[in-house]
């Protein structure tokens, strides 16, 4: 069984950015893993974000109290609110961050981003592929947009090199998780929050921990560049243990540059099943 990687809270009511991009050029030949790894830390952090999200939505409720437990009864449809977080990071100087389409689902009502230096700042769904699992949020008129991060070739990531997470996983902020590529072109179903059963393919693998919070963060190798989106994991009741999933970093690219075209719009081919 697969989880999304986000977290959700109960409310009361997974081409290149036309920005400069951070350099990522390897450090040298003398050098060990561990400094590597610091130095590739240090480099993306600061594009990576926070999402605060407000969710709209509606549930059922049992007229009869009694009925929840004896089972029938009428209900009514009333609304409410959940909080959710989540992970991103900067795609261009413009105000563009990638994130997971379940991050920000429908419904989202208000999104603050959370940059690395503490700044929060209000910020709109862009648009977004569900049957993808990839959204671009925007942020306007934010005057120290950090710098986008390079993305790698994810057809030349190697089974077994260091794959790094960062993220807000439980809302603990720029945290940092470490494992290994761990295989490719896997496939993983989902149940959405709409109970929308979603089949995600060519996911890539990992042993770096994702965890609630996690969604959206990026997945980068030992010298800074995103060869991933982190996406999901699989659930510890099934008896798994460091399996994780992210999406590619050439799918993101290719679907990413079609969300930057399409503003406004949600593309999703599955929501005609």
Do not use: C
Not at 16 to 31: C, F
Not at 172 to 186: A, M
Request: charged share 15%; net charge negative; glycine share 12%.
């Amino acid at each position: 069984m697969m989880l999304y990687a986000s977290t959700h809270f109960a409310g009361v009511a997974g081409p290149n950015p036309t920005a400069p991009a951070l350099g990522a050029a390897p450090l040298g030949a003398g050098a060990d893993d561990q400094a590597r790894i610091i130095e590739a830390v240090k480099r993306v952090e600061p594009a990576v974000v926070s999402l605060l999200v407000t969710v709209n939505g509606t549930r059922l409720v049992p007229l009869d109290p009694f009925s929840d437990v004896f089972g029938g009864g009428a209900a009514v449809r009333e609304p409410v609110q959940e909080t959710a977080s989540g992970s991103g990071f900067v795609y261009s100087r413009d105000g563009l961050i990638i994130t997971n389409a379940h991050v920000v689902p429908k419904g989202t009502s208000q999104i603050t981003v959370v940059f690395a230096d503490g700044d929060r700042i209000p910020g709109h769904l862009f648009s977004s592929n569900p049957a993808i699992d990839l959204a671009l949020v925007k942020v306007d008129g934010y005057d120290k947009m950090p710098a986008p991060t390079e993305f790698g070739d994810s057809t030349k990531v190697a089974a077994g090199q260091w794959a790094i997470g960062i993220g807000e996983p439980f809302q603990l902020k720029q945290s940092v998780s470490l494992g290994v590529v761990s295989g490719f072109n896997r496939e993983e179903t989902i149940t959405d929050e709409t109970g929308n059963v979603r089949l995600f393919r060519n996911m890539l693998q990992t042993s770096a921990p994702i965890n609630p919070g996690n969604s959206g963060g990026p997945l980068i190798d030992i010298d800074g560049r995103i060869i991933g989106v982190n996406q999901s994991t699989a659930t510890p009741q099934a008896g798994a243990q460091g399996i994780g999933f992210a999406i590619p970093a050439n799918t993101v690219r290719q679907t990413v540059a079609e969300l930057e075209k399409n503003p406004g719009k949600t593309i999703d081919p599955d929501s005609s099943r």
